[in-house]
């Protein structure tokens, strides 16, 4: 569950607007601070020097933490309150600059580690940042705090091996590099490889039809008018080895879809794209450069319709 109490959905309005206005300061205080019982926190305010959005963002995620009493995480009290100043620094976390919000992260990550809440907030950034169904979801957010959790000292083998290997999953096909090549079979039996592949745009659905999410999702993915562009070659990939699963749902993919699966399960087997939900939805231009990595439909359609 996301969002638990409804003053965060108003706060991320409210924050975004703040950077994006020249006369935030103390103007919002009301409704960016909190009080819960002995417990207060508020954003710090923007000087009205600060114009720019970009410029204002990294000022506020430099001094987010400013006012929080991080002697919560080591009681391990409110937590629901945290989970909320958590979910909005995040929202600003996504606007500033890499090199402040790179700071910012290795910060926040040494402090919670300092006060015995270093897993927690690493929970709290899964949670939010990287989980298929999260509103939220960013990777390169994610990434920071996966890098800072791992260099932290003291941190135990195995936490620091599961953090690096989830690094190295997660670099694989950023937006904006080329898509890692694979072989592909289709139901006659003709072999192609991604790269052959002569489009303007390419859409991968990394799906099993033998899911539950992908077959709740597919229907809607299917229906998309976008997806019938002339532009837009659609692919609809198995990448597992057991092929009997795919070869029993012919009828699941329309015609002027390539249907076709990974032989041997390659991109399984190999790790060439990190999936760890299905369906996942890639969006890629003429020379497979990746535009889109594991999108949702809503996402895919905005896309689409841009072009």
Same mark, same amino acid.
């Given at each position: 569950?996301?969002?638990?109490?409804?003053?965060?959905?108003?706060?991320?309005?409210?924050? /975004?607007?703040?950077?994006?206005?020249?006369?935030?300061?103390?103007?919002?205080?009301?409704?960016?601070? &909190?009080?819960?019982?002995?417990?207060?926190?508020?954003?710090?305010?923007?000087?009205?020097?600060? #114009?720019? $959005? /970009?410029?204002?963002?990294?000022?506020? /995620?430099?001094?987010?933490?400013? +006012?929080?009493?991080?002697?919560?995480?080591? @009681?391990?009290?409110?937590?629901?309150?945290?989970?909320?100043?958590?979910?909005?620094?995040?929202?600003?976390?996504?606007?500033?600059?890499?090199?402040?919000?790179? &700071?910012?992260?290795? +910060?926040?990550?040494?402090?919670?580690?300092?006060?015995?809440?270093?897993?927690?907030?690493? *929970?709290?950034?899964?949670?939010?940042?990287?989980?298929?169904?999260?509103?939220?979801?960013? @990777?390169?957010?994610?990434?920071?705090?996966?890098?800072?959790?791992?260099?932290?000292?003291?941190?135990?083998?195995?936490?620091? @091996?599961?953090?690096?290997?989830?690094?190295?999953?997660?670099?694989? =096909?950023?937006?904006?590099?080329?898509?890692?090549?694979?072989?592909?079979?289709?139901?006659?039996?003709?072999?192609?490889?991604?790269? *052959? %592949?002569?489009?303007?745009?390419?859409?991968? %659905?990394? =799906?099993?039809?033998?899911?539950?999410?992908?077959?709740?999702?597919?229907?809607?993915?299917?229906?998309?008018?976008?997806? &019938?562009?002339?532009?837009? #070659?659609?692919?609809? %990939?198995?990448?597992?080895?057991? #092929?009997?699963?795919?070869?029993?749902?012919?009828?699941?993919? $329309?015609?002027?879809?390539?249907?076709?699966?990974?032989?041997?399960?390659?991109?399984?087997?190999? &790790?060439?794209?990190?999936? $760890?939900?299905?369906?996942?939805?890639?969006?890629?231009?003429?020379?497979?450069?990746?535009?889109?990595? +594991?999108?949702?439909?809503? #996402?895919?359609? =905005?896309?689409? +319709?841009?072009?």
């Amino acid at each position: 569950m996301y969002l638990k109490k409804s003053w965060s959905l108003v706060n991320m309005v409210v924050i /975004v607007l703040m950077l994006c206005s020249a006369c935030g300061g103390r103007g919002s205080e009301n409704v960016t601070s &909190q009080d819960v019982g002995e417990r207060h926190f508020r954003l710090p305010d923007v000087p009205e020097t600060l #114009t720019d $959005p /970009v410029d204002r963002a990294n000022f506020v /995620v430099q001094h987010y933490w400013d +006012d929080f009493n991080f002697k919560m995480l080591e @009681e391990k009290s409110d937590s629901d309150f945290v989970e909320q100043v958590f979910v909005d620094y995040v929202v600003i976390l996504a606007l500033a600059d890499s090199v402040n919000a790179d &700071q910012s992260v290795s +910060d926040l990550v040494k402090a919670a580690a300092h006060y015995g809440f270093g897993e927690g907030l690493m *929970e709290l950034a899964r949670h939010y940042l990287n989980h298929p169904n999260s509103p939220m979801r960013h @990777e390169v957010s994610y990434l920071m705090f996966l890098k800072h959790y791992a260099s932290l000292e003291g941190l135990p083998f195995e936490k620091k @091996e599961r953090a690096l290997y989830l690094i190295k999953q997660l670099q694989k =096909n950023r937006m904006g590099s080329r898509a890692t090549d694979f072989a592909m079979v289709d139901r006659k039996g003709n072999k192609y490889r991604l790269s *052959e %592949i002569q489009s303007p745009y390419v859409v991968l %659905i990394f =799906n099993d039809p033998d899911c539950e999410s992908c077959r709740a999702m597919m229907p809607q993915i299917v229906s998309l008018p976008e997806l &019938q562009s002339d532009n837009v #070659t659609v692919v609809a %990939i198995y990448p597992d080895s057991q #092929t009997e699963v795919w070869r029993n749902h012919a009828a699941t993919y $329309p015609q002027n879809w390539m249907d076709v699966y990974s032989p041997n399960g390659e991109i399984m087997t190999r &790790q060439l794209y990190y999936l $760890p939900a299905m369906p996942s939805l890639y969006l890629l231009d003429k020379d497979k450069k990746v535009l889109l990595k +594991d999108a949702d439909q809503v #996402t895919l359609k =905005n896309a689409l +319709d841009e072009i």
